[in-house]
């Protein structure tokens, strides 16, 4: 007997799935030349409004995950099983196409000893993702008998955790150091705080920051927050959402304008687009409340009709599959879109040719990729090792 579905998760996830595409498709317009780049000031306000707009797209794959699997409804080993086969298969399937096709191959494999192909960055969110699954076996009975009010200390705890990239930032006057690992990526040092220090990483609020926070949120919503009214649903989303895009958008323009110092084009090493991004990331207050807001909208979703059983459903079955390849459609998808419409202010729609550049790959995409990993989920006994 299989679980009924939960319809506004299925939307969610699909609307999730086309979130990371529209975001992937907005990193042409502020990534480029050493690393970062921007060529018009209008590009700054476009890549930021987009990004920022949908930036919550990971934290809403994670409150899902455990909205469905948090707490555990199955021995620790019977949910290790089923996770590996659902994750850990097609994310090793799609690490070696990526090895394959883009970058040195050689270099590639040496790189996949440590850490993700670095061709492919988007496959970080697997390393995430099971180091979240981890997790559950051992919070699951704490997650079966916690309290309203007591998860609701150890959320604000979490929150609390999401103003740290950008005190850091503040404390240390502007642009923070960058320290490089061996993939040669850039990662902000830390400004150190409550117990951090040159030989100490883990202070008092580490075991409370990153996704944590994600993975309570998707338990309270679970199990204490009940039917909401729309008048209530959106008294808390609106304030929410716009708080939290304020910080994004607010945030990576002020950022980008004082790289700029009134110029443009703007460019530099990829730590500056680092720097940029400070308030984006995803364990940021704006990405936070964000998430929270597009949670309660999705919650209101019912529809369960046709579109949903025929187009829908077979999309979000497929999402997690979606996500591993896309990047092999996208790319050059967006690079045509740039090659016929121009780029930037110089090209054939002027200021309008980056929005709907973006929106034409994102949505393009999109489509396209849809339509193959739920063709490619339907091939019999292997297409759950492909697309997931």
């Known amino acids: 007997m299989t679980n009924p579905r939960i319809v506004w998760v299925d939307w969610m996830r699909v609307a999730a799935c086309f979130m990371v595409i529209l975001v992937h498709s907005t990193e042409p317009f502020y990534l480029g030349g050493d690393g970062a780049?921007?060529?018009?000031?209008?590009?700054?306000?476009?890549?930021?409004?987009?990004?920022?707009f949908v930036r919550s797209c990971v934290p809403l794959f994670i409150m899902a995950s455990s909205y469905l699997l948090f707490p555990l409804r199955h021995e620790a080993g019977e949910f290790v099983r089923r996770r590996a086969v659902r994750v850990l298969v097609p994310f090793v399937v799609w690490t070696l196409v990526y090895a394959l096709v883009w970058g040195e191959p050689v270099q590639n494999f040496r790189d996949l000893v440590f850490n993700f192909c670095y061709s492919a960055g988007h496959l970080w969110f697997v390393y995430m993702l099971v180091g979240v699954y981890m997790l559950m076996p051992l919070l699951s009975p704490w997650a079966e008998k916690v309290s309203k009010r007591e998860l609701q200390v150890y959320l604000g705890i979490c929150l609390f955790t999401t103003l740290f990239p950008s005190l850091r930032d503040w404390l240390a006057g502007g642009e923070l150091s960058v320290i490089y690992g061996t993939s040669g990526l850039p990662r902000q040092a830390f400004f150190p705080l409550w117990g951090e220090c040159s030989w100490?990483?883990?202070?008092?609020f580490y075991y409370f920051s990153g996704f944590l926070g994600y993975l309570l949120l998707g338990l309270y919503f679970r199990r204490f927050v009940g039917e909401l009214s729309w008048v209530k649903t959106l008294t808390i989303a609106i304030p929410c959402y716009l708080l939290g895009f304020a910080s994004c958008f607010g945030g990576f323009l002020w950022r980008v304008f004082e790289s700029a110092g009134g110029a443009f084009p703007v460019g530099g090493s990829v730590d500056m687009a680092v720097w940029w991004e400070t308030t984006w990331t995803n364990d940021t207050i704006g990405v936070a409340?964000?998430?929270?807001?597009?949670?309660l909208l999705f919650r209101k979703v019912k529809a369960s009709g046709v579109f949903y059983q025929k187009v829908l459903l077979p999309v979000s079955k497929a999402s997690y599959g979606m996500y591993l390849g896309h990047l092999l459609v996208l790319v050059p998808i967006c690079g045509f879109f740039r090659g016929w419409l121009g780029t930037a202010d110089a090209g054939v729609l002027g200021v309008w040719t980056t929005p709907v550049e973006i929106l034409l790959s994102a949505v393009s995409a999109f489509v396209i990729v849809a339509f193959i990993?739920?063709?490619l989920q339907r091939i019999p006994k292997i297409g759950k090792y492909i697309a997931g």
């Open 289 to 295: 409340l964000m998430a929270v807001a597009w949670l």
């Open 200 to 204: 100490n990483s883990y202070g008092v």
């Open 37 to 52: 780049q921007i060529l018009t000031s209008s590009d700054a306000y476009w890549a930021s409004f987009f990004d920022s």
């Open 373 to 375: 990993f739920v063709l």
